[in-house]
């Protein structure tokens, strides 16, 4: 009797573990024949309009800043790469790393200034960054998100290959210490 209590116990816990294991609400993928999923209302679609827009203005001027410092930075860099010249130092990767930035400048600079047009007229946006018209704001957010890579695959990476390359230079060329004066 207490063998078939403890067979009966045994099984009704597998039984009840096994019924909690399992979902308490259906669960089906979305076939290639299922109706669409509803799109969401049309404020959130604005919202993301507005926030993506937001960040490519921030990423427009934070270009525009750059270009506005790359002449300095590349002018500096240049007056290193001749002063450890004349010390005799090897500065060609140096050189070949500011020669591709200089020139990735160049071509992407013509291109950021065409996103000019776009920032200023922001079609589908008021001035404040908010949507007015969404298929305005839709196609102005890709012409200028198309602006943005283009920028990105003119630059190449230029700018970071030059840090790397001066950074590599620095570790391989370290400042003398500077002797205290008593």
């Known amino acids: 009797m207490k063998n078939m209590f403890k067979k009966t116990l045994l099984l009704a816990l597998v039984a009840a573990l096994t019924v909690a294991s399992l979902p308490l609400a259906s669960v089906s993928a979305l076939g290639l024949d299922d109706p669409k999923p509803p799109k969401p209302d049309g404020q959130v679609a604005n919202e993301k309009l507005e926030q993506v827009w937001a960040r490519q203005q921030s990423a427009y001027e934070k270009i525009g800043k750059g270009f506005d410092r790359d002449a300095e930075f590349t002018e500096r860099v240049q007056k290193l790469i001749d002063r450890a010249r004349e010390n005799g130092k090897d500065v ?68 970071k290959a030059l840090h790397e390359a001066i950074k590599a230079f620095r570790e391989a060329n370290p400042r003398p210490a500077k002797t205290p004066t008593p």
Do not use: C
């Not at 018209?133 to 943005?148: H, I």
């Open 92 to 159: 060609s990767a140096v050189q070949a790393a500011l020669t591709a930035f200089e020139a990735a400048v160049k071509q992407a600079h013509p291109v950021y200034e065409s996103g000019k047009g776009i920032i200023n007229s922001h079609q589908g946006f008021d001035a404040s960054g908010k949507v007015t018209d969404p298929e305005k704001a839709r196609e102005t957010v890709w012409a200028m998100g198309e602006k943005l890579k283009e920028i990105k695959t003119a630059m190449n990476g230029t700018g």
